[in-house]
């Protein structure tokens, strides 16, 4: 079992920054895939970013690339997710997943979930 808590979330306006951060706790954190989705009110859960075991892989979601990025910290057994030029259309629930799937942009690859932050952005 994995256990993850996320944290960072809150209320920004658009074009500020926000970093969220992801406690892992259980097995060993590098032997997984990390993952950030995101949920709108109304909408489908959507893939953020993911990051490999080693953290030699990054993948982003279109609407996010060149913004956010994924980070990992072994030592610390933390997932980051540094969310810079944010916009109100940015504004979800966050998740963090953990995972040994094989295609990492699809929620089937991840066993672990957090319970979630919220991140707002006003216009």
């Known amino acids: 079992q994995v256990q993850l808590v996320e944290s960072g979330g809150g209320l920004v306006q658009a074009g500020g920054s926000l970093r969220l951060s992801c406690v892992a706790s259980?097995?060993?954190?590098?032997?997984?895939?990390m993952g950030w989705f995101r949920q709108a009110p109304g909408k489908e859960r959507e893939f953020v970013a993911a990051?490999?075991?080693?953290?030699?892989?990054?993948y982003y979601g279109y609407s996010v690339k060149g913004r956010f990025t994924i980070s990992r910290d072994g030592g610390k057994n933390t997932l980051y997710l540094q969310m810079d030029s944010l916009k109100p259309e940015d504004t979800a629930v966050y998740y963090c997943?953990?995972?040994?799937?094989?295609?990492?942009?699809?929620?089937?690859?991840?066993?672990?979930w957090g319970q979630g932050t919220q991140v707002t952005v006003s216009s």
């Open positions: 997943a953990a995972g040994q799937g094989l295609i990492p942009t699809q929620e089937q690859a991840y066993n672990y």
């Open positions: 259980g097995r060993t954190f590098s032997g997984y895939t």
């Open positions: 990051i490999s075991r080693s953290g030699s892989n990054t």
